[in-house]
């Protein structure tokens, strides 16, 4: 079989695998770039005269900011700059029964879009009405 890859696993190994949960972040780990500053600049390369909406939304606070942007618009995911070896490495993990966790500071539409493209998640954790980030972000996972 070209091109196949074989897994020799012990059934030891799996029963472990299968008790694993892998928490994953988004920004500079699953992806190679920040999404929120990708979100940014797609929407100001779309809409340059809204600056003034930009600096507005960014007074109100992070999550007001991060959830307008998204609002406004949505990145086509399957464009993003994926981290292909993480990726192969997660749907190996996946295959052997590790739960997957997409943790993310990004607004939580564009983290749930994120794991529907690649369909590995079990479950997601993003920004809805507290910034996902940092603490929140652990006392999130605990």
């Not at 990708?38 to 909406?53: G, M, T, V």
């Amino acid at each position: 079989m070209q091109g196949a890859v074989i897994f020799t696993v012990s059934i030891h190994w799996v029963s472990v695998i299968k008790n694993k949960i892998i928490v994953v972040d988004l920004d500079g780990t699953l992806i190679n770039t920040d999404m929120l500053i990708e979100n940014l600049f797609f929407f100001l390369r779309l809409h340059p005269l809204r600056i003034l909406h930009v600096i507005a939304w960014l007074w109100m606070g992070k999550v007001h900011f991060k959830s307008h942007l998204a609002d406004a618009i949505i990145p086509d995911v399957a464009k993003l700059p994926y981290h292909q070896p993480l990726l192969a490495w997660l749907k190996t993990q996946r295959f052997l029964g590790a739960k997957l966790v997409l943790a993310t500071a990004s607004d939580t539409r564009i983290a749930d879009k994120v794991a529907n493209h690649l369909g590995i998640f079990d479950d997601v954790l993003a920004t809805k009405d507290i910034n996902l980030s940092s603490k929140n972000k652990r006392d999130e996972l605990l």
